[in-house]
């Protein structure tokens, strides 16, 4: 019997388990945009700060003033948002950084002015603007669906503001050929740009381009105007389907061939594009004002 169990216990085989210690699987691209909005919001403070401690108690008055909620109209036209407003001569518009300084935050001989709250107000807007556009490039780079269609996306500064364009180009056209449907991508794009220029309280204009070549179609009645404010429209409303806020929307601009892209080919693919601009605030209370050129740069607005 002894012999027996001694047989058992040489013939049970011995297990051994080895635990392998493997390494972090890869995290995709989504640490970059938490890092840029990291390093984005400690710019901001830094500067928030830095302003803080250089302007007069006054001027900080006028600052708290401006985004007190009772200086609000219960409006709901003008340009929304924190930067938003109507003209700054309309009843009921938002106090404007002039409006605070004539009423009580004028220079008082240190140095300070209504420049330094329209400079605040500047630094504040490009910030917003950086911002969004480091998201949406980074947006495109990460998306598998977007690949090869960065030369498609031109974005940049205007005197009105942060422009994104798309263009046709490398064979890629955003949109059916003579019409105003979007293609898949264009519907994507748009999607995409919608979700990024949402978070920000600027109004936008669409415009719609093309080239100089003639539309043969309904008889000859249909021409680029058509079309260009058209595929404006369309585009507008893939950004609203997308869930940007209809009322941010501030005008559609059908442009035809006017304004080409390339000026000295104004035939080729590239000057079909749509053109989406966050509007500057300052841009909006420039554009409501009665005064002339002249006297709206002299004035600022």
């Not at 106090?95 to 004028?106: E, H, L, N, R, T």
């Not at 794009?189 to 600027?202: A, F």
């Not at 104004?266 to 002249?294: C, F, G, H, T």
């Amino acid at each position: 019997m002894a012999d027996e169990e001694k047989k058992t216990e040489e013939k049970a085989p011995i297990i051994v388990k080895k635990i392998k210690k493997g390494g972090h699987g890869h995290h995709g691209g989504a640490w970059k945009i938490a890092y840029a909005d990291f390093v984005t919001a400690m710019m901001a403070f830094f500067l928030l700060m830095w302003l803080l401690n250089s302007v007069t108690q006054e001027t900080l008055e006028g600052v708290a003033d401006y985004f007190s909620p009772a200086s609000i109209s219960e409006s709901n036209s003008g340009a929304g948002g924190v930067l938003g407003g109507k003209s700054i001569i309309v009843p009921g518009a938002k106090v404007s950084p002039m409006d605070v300084q004539s009423q009580g935050a004028a220079d008082d001989g240190s140095g300070q002015s209504e420049d330094d709250l329209d400079s605040l107000m500047e630094q504040m807007e490009e910030e917003m603007f950086n911002q969004a556009e480091s998201e949406l490039r980074m947006e495109i780079e990460n998306n598998p669906e977007f690949k090869g269609l960065e030369e498609n996306l031109i974005i940049d500064r205007t005197e009105e503001g942060l422009r994104i364009q798309i263009v046709d180009k490398n064979g890629r056209d955003m949109f059916r050929s003579g019409g105003s449907e979007p293609s898949q991508v264009m519907r994507k794009l748009l999607s995409t740009i919608s979700k990024v220029i949402s978070k920000l309280p600027n109004q936008i204009s669409v415009t719609g381009h093309t080239d100089a070549s003639p539309l043969n179609a309904r008889g000859g009645k249909y021409t680029n105007w058509e079309l260009s404010s058209e595929r404006a429209n369309a585009s507008r409303f893939e950004l609203i389907n997308s869930g940007l806020d209809r009322k941010k929307v501030n005008k559609i601009i059908g442009k035809a061939a006017k304004d080409p892209l390339l000026k000295d080919d104004p035939s080729s693919s590239v000057n079909r594009r749509i053109s989406i601009i966050l509007l500057k605030d300052a841009a909006l209370r420039a554009e409501s004002s009665p005064l002339p050129p002249s006297l709206r740069k002299k004035n600022k607005y």
